[in-house]
């Protein structure tokens, strides 16, 4: 028999029971639901990753709905738990939802939300952050400081990368890869190098522009091209980041025969899952190749890393905080929030999750829909 689990009640007598497995940022999330009629109910013990019991026990013997995160396996047990209860969605606040079985969910007539849009740029931006911290050393150089070795300007101290010229690579241009593009190609200069399984129209098409006006104004224009494997952006970028989602094809993409591929002063920035990178083989690589250097925010086995990660100078690391900007995460339990409420109401499916600012405007009613259905073709 699973503990009680801590909570925190909001309208305590509204029809619908909704869970939130933890406390989420801002304040909107609660007030769409409570204005709808729900009972909110968010989970507040002192733990960061909860267990399945743990989750049981929330959902309890009547609950329409769970909003959830991605430190959670959602799988055929919590699936089945939360039908039993009548639920009919669970609402990941995330974009990627690897931690979701899908099949499971639709086996049980529960559907599955996500957040796209909301964190493509704030997730870019630490994409971009994480590649010029990398090239310009700037957390060995904050170091170096704090500890008080600084004893005046050498030729020599902490010399990195230019990034104008050289080329980025992008594996998975999707909304996220495609935004990081946009910022390495339009603000320093870089030429491009992507590879995906579908074409980045847009993009491509954003890069030609762009070169276009550095030509009419008597600047070197960029140059993009679409990879035919990814081996070859392993082989020709200076810079290489990360933005397919984990699934069986991108497990390991990147392993000890990529690593061997890559540049020796290549930098390699990771804002997708942990599990895209063979961790291990990393390690191995960083240590015999000190100046390849790498930003990660994700990792194989989090909250863990792999022993002599955090030794290494030539790695970055931070706590998957990619998308953590206050407005992208107080965006994020909107959207995680509305698309529960929006399959307990009956909504239809928004027609697309590329563009959700409509239901993100602070002082409007949002749209009656479920902003992001990841299993909605399958549940009809
Ligand atoms: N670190 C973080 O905090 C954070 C934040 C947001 C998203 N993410 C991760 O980033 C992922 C991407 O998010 P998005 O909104 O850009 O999704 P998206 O669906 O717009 O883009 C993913 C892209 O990956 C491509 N892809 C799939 N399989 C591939 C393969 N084998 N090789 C190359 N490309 C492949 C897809 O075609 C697609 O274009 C999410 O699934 C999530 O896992 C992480
Ligand atoms: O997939 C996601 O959304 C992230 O990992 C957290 O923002």
Not at 104 to 125: D, F, Y
Not at 222 to 230: L, P, Q
Not at 242 to 271: F, G, Q, R, W
Not at 344 to 370: H, M, Q, T
Request: with cysteine; glycine share 8%.
């Amino acid at each position: 028999m699973a503990k009680p689990v801590s909570i925190e009640v909001w309208n305590p007598n509204g029809k619908y029971r909704v869970v939130s497995t933890k406390p989420m940022p801002g304040t909107r999330w609660i007030n769409l639901l409570v204005e709808q009629d729900c009972r909110v109910e968010v989970c507040t013990q002192k733990k960061t990753i909860l267990s399945i019991e743990d989750i049981i026990a929330l959902i309890g013997d009547k609950c329409d709905g769970v909003i959830g995160q991605l430190t959670e396996e959602w799988g055929d047990a919590l699936f089945s738990a939360l039908s039993r209860a009548g639920g009919k969605a669970f609402g990941n606040m995330a974009v990627g939802y690897n931690n979701v079985d899908v099949d499971a969910a639709t086996k049980h007539g529960v559907a599955v939300g996500n957040t796209p849009g909301v964190l493509t740029e704030t997730t870019a931006e630490l994409a971009a952050s994480l590649s010029l911290a990398a090239a310009r050393r700037i957390v060995e150089a904050d170091e170096f400081m704090r500890a008080g070795l600084y004893d005046g300007w050498l030729p020599n101290l902490f010399v990195g990368n230019l990034l104008k010229g050289q080329t980025v690579g992008v594996i998975g241009a999707g909304r996220i890869g495609s935004a990081y593009a946009r910022m390495m190609v339009e603000g320093f200069k870089m030429n491009l190098i992507y590879y995906d399984l579908y074409q980045a129209t847009r993009l491509e098409k954003f890069i030609t522009g762009y070169a276009e006006f550095l030509r009419a104004n008597g600047e070197q224009p960029v140059k993009w091209k679409r990879a035919a494997s990814m081996e070859e952006v392993l082989r020709e970028a200076d810079v290489i980041s990360l933005h397919p989602v984990l699934d069986k094809t991108t497990y390991h993409l990147i392993n000890k025969e990529s690593l061997a591929t890559m540049k020796k002063e290549a930098i390699l920035v990771n804002c997708s899952r942990g599990p895209v990178i063979d961790e291990v083989a990393l390690v191995e690589h960083l240590k015999h190749n000190p100046m390849f250097r790498v930003g990660l925010d994700v990792f194989e086995d989090e909250p863990y890393m792999k022993p002599g990660l955090a030794d290494q100078k030539n790695a970055i690391i931070v706590p998957h905080i990619a998308s953590a900007s206050k407005w992208t995460r107080e965006g994020m339990a909107t959207l995680a929030a509305l698309n529960v409420l929006g399959k307990i109401k009956g909504y239809p499916i928004w027609s697309d999750p590329n563009r959700v600012e409509p239901f993100l405007k602070e002082d409007a009613s949002p749209p009656a829909a479920c902003p992001s259905i990841v299993n909605a073709k399958a549940l009809v």
